[in-house]
């Protein structure tokens, strides 16, 4: 009886031992996933910022446009905003109006690794200045 008792608490440890494997190994799945989600919204994060510069590229661009008569030739700037940088151009497109100008404005934004492209267009008259909104966005 005392040999069987001596087996049974062996295999007590190995089992235990197992099982510890088993919950290190799962700890270490869930360790791992923690850090990918983390990666996954610092991405998400960064490309939210880098889409707001390039929108106030658009905006930059739709104040030079208001400020502005002469379009025959490509107008482009750059600037700073939220730790990024946006450099955006502004050109007439292939069809013009018979009164008023459209025009279409794209904003580069790059912060960090990201980089966001927004491109608009924007309809000028004599008194209105009229932003379709983005029509592409990568």
Request: charged share 15%; net charge positive.
């Amino acid at each position: 009886m005392n040999q069987f008792l001596n087996k049974q608490q062996g295999m007590v440890l190995v089992i235990s031992l197992i099982f510890l494997l088993i919950i290190s190994l799962y700890a270490l799945a869930k360790a791992r996933n923690i850090q990918l989600d983390e990666r996954i919204a610092a991405n998400n994060k960064l490309q939210h910022e880098v889409f707001v510069i390039a929108d106030s590229g658009l905006e930059e661009a739709k104040s030079v446009v208001a400020s502005t008569s002469d379009f025959t030739n490509p107008i482009s700037g750059t600037g700073n905003f939220a730790g990024g940088t946006f450099a955006y151009t502004i050109e007439k497109t292939g069809k013009q109006p018979a009164s008023g100008q459209v025009l279409l404005v794209t904003s580069v934004a790059t912060k960090a690794t990201a980089t966001r492209t927004l491109q608009a267009v924007v309809a000028k008259n004599a008194s209105i200045l009229a932003l379709d909104g983005v029509i592409s966005a990568y």
